[in-house]
C-alpha cells in the first residue's frame, strides 16, 4: 500500500501496477524481476499477434461476394476451402516473419 497511495489519481491502469511491481521486484529480488519483465514482453508480443491475426482473419471471412480475390486462381476464396488455403497462408506467413526470417530480411 505505501507505493500506491502515492499515486494522486484515484485510478491506476494495469501498466502502471505492473511498472510498481516492476521496479518493487527490483529492490528486493532482481532475478525475479528479470523473469517479470521477459514475461510482460512476451505476453505483449502474444497479445498483439493475436490481435493482428484476428483483424487479418476476420477480413478473410469478410470478403464480399462481389470482390475479385486472385491469390489463388485455382480456388475461390468464397468457399470453405477456399478460406482454409488463404487462412493457412496468412498464419504461414505471419509465423515465417515473426520467428523464422532474419529481422533484416523481414523488415526488407
Do not use: C
Request: glycine share 2%; aromatic share 8%.
Amino acid at each position: 500500500m505505501r507505493v500506491i497511495s502515492n499515486f494522486v489519481s484515484p485510478t491506476i491502469s494495469v501498466e502502471e501496477i505492473q511498472d510498481l511491481v516492476e521496479k518493487e521486484l527490483m529492490k528486493v529480488r532482481p532475478e525475479v524481476a528479470k523473469k517479470y519483465i521477459i514475461y510482460r514482453e512476451w505476453r505483449n508480443t502474444e497479445r498483439d499477434r493475436k490481435t493482428q491475426m484476428k483483424h487479418i482473419m476476420d477480413g478473410i471471412v469478410a470478403i464480399d461476394k462481389n470482390d475479385v480475390n486472385l491469390s489463388n486462381a485455382n480456388m475461390s476464396s468464397h468457399t470453405p476451402a477456399g478460406q482454409m488455403m488463404t487462412f493457412a497462408s496468412e498464419v504461414t506467413k505471419d509465423y515465417t516473419y515473426k520467428y523464422l526470417l532474419p529481422k533484416k530480411y523481414a523488415e526488407a
